[in-house]
């Protein structure tokens, strides 16, 4: 049987969220991964570094006794945040992101940044403490194309932003385009991104196949094929500026089927997985620990993990549905077989 052997991943985005669903959802995770950059929509927001210290107790109380599972925590960057606090989350120790959410680009980023030139102070004070400033690259102007908001992002922000601040570290979260590809691979040492499971292996086809498929919808929304053969591409291809994040966004089941259906897709529970299958139909399963192990952690500044990990090349059911508090979770590929196993 075929195996593969490698430093145990990280996942550098992750939403876990809270209460129920955090304890329904967080074994998933770090059953996976030893760290995990920890997204801080919630309701409200994790704003200040107390809150992120509050919430990552919450995550750790979440695990088994036995896991040694580390949140790296991020705050929720606002209109209002100060550079007194941004020195503070430095200095925590704990927190080594913040978040751009631009206003109303997607699940409960209604506190987000209305206008990227408001923070230019706090952002300075990022550049000069070493933290990381993660982004949602996304405009939100109604007149841009859902499908072009990516695209419209890196010319009208995300360029000029880089200019501004040359010495920013910036992840450009969940590219989803052959432009990003493009833009990350020319940009400066200073600019990463992460890449999920859902967009190397589904096309926007997958949104309307036989119907609609609400469990193939996140945002940013799913692209072209040629988006998604760049974005194999460039997961696959050895460059240290492209990582695992699988932006893992659980939603009941409910709220999913709905009127108003909630963007994200459940990877958490097949992840590492599902990028193994991703990178062997890609000739590549050779680079899948760069991709997932070392090259985030080397963008962070951390310590890559000691620990290793095994994948088993033997076929599994992910399973139809999980508990989700009182309701249910469906995963993305629910009822499908995996080719890749954790041993
Ligand atoms: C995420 C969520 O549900 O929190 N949803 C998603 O579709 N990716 C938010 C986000 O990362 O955009
Ligand atoms: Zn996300």
């Not at 992750?14 to 329904?24: F, I, K, Q, S, T």
């Not at 000069?128 to 859902?146: F, K, N, P, R, Y």
């Not at 922000?157 to 979260?173: G, H, K, Q, Y």
């Not at 952690?297 to 076929?315: G, K, M, Q």
């Amino acid at each position: 049987m075929q195996t593969l052997e490698i430093t145990r991943p990280d996942d550098w985005h992750v939403h876990l969220r809270d209460g129920a669903e955090l304890a329904a959802v967080a074994g998933h995770t770090a059953r996976r991964f030893a760290r995990a950059i920890v997204m801080p929509n919630l309701l409200p927001p994790v704003t200040t570094t107390a809150q992120a210290a509050a919430y990552r107790d919450r995550i750790r109380a979440a695990l088994p006794p036995s896991s040694e599972f580390e949140p790296l925590m991020t705050l929720y960057l606002t209109d209002r945040t100060t550079p007194e606090e941004i020195a503070r989350a430095g200095a925590s120790g704990i927190v080594h992101a913040v978040k751009l959410y631009p206003a109303g680009a997607t699940t409960h980023s209604d506190a987000g940044v209305t206008a990227i030139e408001r923070t230019q102070a706090v952002l300075e004070t990022m550049a000069a403490t070493g933290l990381v400033l993660s982004v949602h690259g996304e405009v939100t102007a109604a007149q841009v194309d859902v499908f072009d908001r990516e695209v419209a992002f890196i010319d009208s922000v995300l360029a000029p932003l880089i200019e501004r601040l040359p010495d920013l570290r910036i992840v450009f979260e969940h590219i989803t385009t052959r432009a990003a590809v493009d833009f990350v691979l020319a940009a400066p040492v200073t600019v990463a991104a992460t890449i999920t499971p859902q967009h190397l292996l589904l096309n926007r086809n997958a949104l309307f196949a036989g119907g609609l498929r609400p469990h193939h919808y996140c945002l940013p929304v799913l692209k072209r094929e040629r988006d998604r053969e760049a974005l194999v591409g460039a997961a696959t291809g050895g460059s240290p500026k492209f990582f695992l994040g699988t932006d893992s966004a659980p939603h009941a089941e409910a709220a999913k089927l709905a009127d108003c259906g909630c963007a994200g897709c459940y990877t958490a529970v097949a992840a590492l997985e599902l990028y193994a299958e991703v990178f062997e139909d890609a000739g590549a399963l050779a680079r899948l620990e760069g991709f997932a192990s070392w090259f985030g952690a080397d963008f962070y500044r951390l310590p890559r993990n000691r620990e290793r990990l095994t994948l088993v090349r033997e076929p599994w059911r992910i399973p139809p549905w999980l508990p989700l508090g009182g309701g249910r979770l469906i995963p993305l590929r629910a009822d499908t077989t995996c080719r890749w196993r954790l041993a």
